[in-house]
């Protein structure tokens, strides 16, 4: 009997995580889901189109960003309405979780429309994975404000959180980050930070949030970064 999971069915739309930088992470199940469905809507078709070309694949892209994606969640939502089959892809990871993604998911559940999800790399589950932080519960709250004094309020308001904060940080302001962590929170307190997940120069800096300053303050702050804070008590 034929895997069904493995063929895009008419009417649906598919939620596909891609690689976060190693292309062998890659589903088996994802890779026969893009070379299947009638459209594949990406954040950069660039990137997409990059990523396509490597695994021997040629589909129409629509581009599908945080720039036109009130509207553009509308019009993928009438053509799946219409019969085709769309997959939604981020530039890496799974979409929807701090990428485009969440408003066609939405709009598709609105009109009762099927949403499958094709699971695979996340950058957030696999640093949580790797840290030796709690994970029995966490708070995933995506990007910070770019504003010290709301990082500053942020990390005042979450204190005495029983559980371990999740956060994606840019490579600009990773280095303050950790500073305002030391300065509000103290420097005993906990942290992971872990850059270029899965990449040639993957690095996971772990333990008290003033060693991990230091840390930090030697090596190349070039490249994408997730930072976990570990609760008040816990100790490594």
Known sequence: MENTSLTPQPGH???????????ADLTDRARAILGGVDLIACEDTRTTGGLLSRLGLHKDLFPYHEHNETEAAEHLANQIAAGKSIAVVSDAGTPALSDPGFRIVRACRRRGLPVIPVPGPS??????SASGLPTNGFLYVGF???????????????????????LYESCHRIDKAVAEIVTTLGPERVLCVAKEVTKLHETFFVGPAGDVQARLAKASLKGEFVLLIAPQDFVL
Request: proline share 5%.
């Open 13 to 23: 739309l598919y939620v596909v995580a891609t690689p976060i930088g190693n292309l």
């Open 123 to 128: 950058a957030l589950t696999a640093v949580l």
């Open 144 to 166: 910070l404000p770019a504003k010290s004094a709301a990082r500053i309020t942020f990390f005042d308001q979450h204190r005495d959180f029983d559980y371990t904060l999740a």
